[in-house]
Nanobody, 125 residues
Framework: VQLQASGGGLVQVGGSLRLSCAAS???????VGWFRQAPEKERDFVAA????????YYEDSVKGRFTISRDNGKNTVYLQMNNLKVEDTAVYYC????????????????????WGQGTLVTVSS
């Protein structure tokens, strides 16, 4: 299984971006997550989508601004990011699990088995 993240770029405060995570193979059977890592900081949870049920889970600072979704036909997961802030600047990574876990576990990066390369999001003031 390989994951390919894309869609990052430079945007002004208040702008929007949509990140994509395309999978080769059956990667999106249990859970997919987005994480981000700012310079000299830890990799932090952003959002997750878990099956069955399609439950979503967001880090508090992105609730109401970011939306995680899936396009089954394209085997792709998206992260729509609106009203971007300077503090959203980071390298964003998508990841997928190979087994079912409880929803709360989806925020733990150690639970993920597959990772895409990062895509850089820069929000300028």
């Amino acid at each position: 299984v390989q994951l390919q993240a894309s869609g990052g770029g430079l945007v002004q405060v208040g702008g929007s971006l949509r990140l994509s995570c395309a999978a080769s193979g059956r990667a999106f059977n249990y859970a997919v997550g987005w994480f981000r890592q700012a310079p000299e900081k830890e990799r932090d949870f952003v959002a997750a989508l878990r099956w069955p049920g399609g439950h979503t889970y967001y880090e508090d600072s992105v609730k109401g601004r970011f939306t995680i979704s899936r396009d089954n036909g394209k085997n792709t997961v998206y992260l729509q990011m609106n009203n971007l802030k300077v503090e959203d600047t980071a390298v964003y990574y998508c990841a997928a699990m190979s087994r079912r876990v409880v929803l709360s576990a989806t925020r733990d990066s150690r639970q993920y088995d597959y990772w895409g390369q990062g895509t850089l999001v820069t929000v300028s003031s």
